[in-house]
């Protein structure tokens, strides 16, 4: 299924660098935008927000998006909010953590199994968060 760019939803994931989390919340984000809801999600990168990129505000204030965060720090939330993004959804990888317990994603570099296995977690339920949001 392919939207166009003003029915797509926005995806984006923390920076994160250097914490395992963070890599958690790219990848599931990546596995979503390249693999379960292609088409109808995009991402863009954190630091282009932050440095007030002008397509990339434009982008995020004229489309749907979703924040997905590593940490409890909340950073693409909170810089979604801050530029006046159009902030639908908001998924922390520490809460799916708590809700996965035995899985503890170690690398930061290339994710682990536990890793992987967390960040399809993290997928699974921003995709249905996408569905609802394309329905509604």
């Not at 902030?87 to 170690?106: E, G, H, I, M, Y």
Request: glycine share 6%; hydrophobic share 40%; with cysteine.
């Amino acid at each position: 299924m392919k939207a166009s760019p003003s029915e797509r939803v926005i995806v984006v994931p923390c920076s994160g660098i250097g914490k395992p989390l963070g890599s958690v919340s790219r990848e599931a984000v990546y596995e979503l935008v390249e693999n379960t809801r292609k088409g109808v999600t995009e991402t863009i990168c954190l630091a282009l927000l932050v440095s007030g990129d002008k397509e990339t505000l434009q982008l995020v204030r004229n489309s749907r998006c979703i924040a997905v965060d590593g940490c409890p720090m909340q950073c693409a939330e909170k810089n979604l909010k801050h530029v006046g993004g159009n902030l639908v959804a908001s998924f922390r990888v520490v809460d799916a953590l708590k809700q996965n317990k035995k899985l503890k994603p170690k690398s930061v570099t290339f994710l682990d199994r536990d890793g992987l296995e967390l960040a399809a977690a993290v997928a699974s339920q921003v995709a249905r968060k996408v569905d609802e949001i394309l329905t509604e």
